[in-house]
């Protein structure tokens, strides 16, 4: 036996190992997700987004909603970074999906409106 097949016979077993210990598993578990961290946290409570009880009526609500919404107005963000601008933002979303659930819980929500056209 020469230096070339043997090396090349030790090649293959090496590359016959990688392909049996590292890609055929990722090839078997392709479908499934590993298990982590969600992708999305879930929404908060709404009336702890609003800073309210639970049981509030539909013009605390929007009291609430509007004072929330206020906080995080453009004037008040303009002089916040990148990061503190991006952060508003997403908290003022937080905050209308928080107000949106709210009004769907007291039956006065978008759907409603839709279904009675």
């Known amino acids: 036996m020469t230096s070339t097949e043997f090396i090349v016979i030790v090649g293959g077993l090496v590359l016959g190992y990688w392909l049996v210990a590292v890609v055929w598993p990722l090839m ?4 499934e997700l590993p298990p982590g961290p969600l ?3 879930p929404d908060p409570p ?3 987004v609003l800073g309210i009880a639970a049981d509030a009526d539909g013009t605390a ?7 929330k919404r ?4 453009p ?3 303009a002089g916040l970074g990148h990061e503190g601008r991006r952060q508003a933002q997403l908290r003022v979303i937080q905050i209308d999906r928080a107000y949106a659930a ?3 819980e ?3 929500g978008r759907e409603d409106a839709e279904a009675g056209r």
Request: aromatic fraction near 14%; avoid cysteine; glycine fraction near 6%.
């Open 28 to 31: 078997r578990d392709r479908g």
């Open 102 to 104: 709210a009004m769907r």
């Open 70 to 73: 206020d906080e995080y107005s």
């Open 46 to 48: 709404w009336h702890e």
């Open 75 to 77: 004037e008040r963000i």
């Open 106 to 108: 007291l039956g006065t």
């Open 39 to 41: 992708l999305f946290e």
């Open 61 to 67: 609500i929007a009291a609430a909603y509007q004072a």
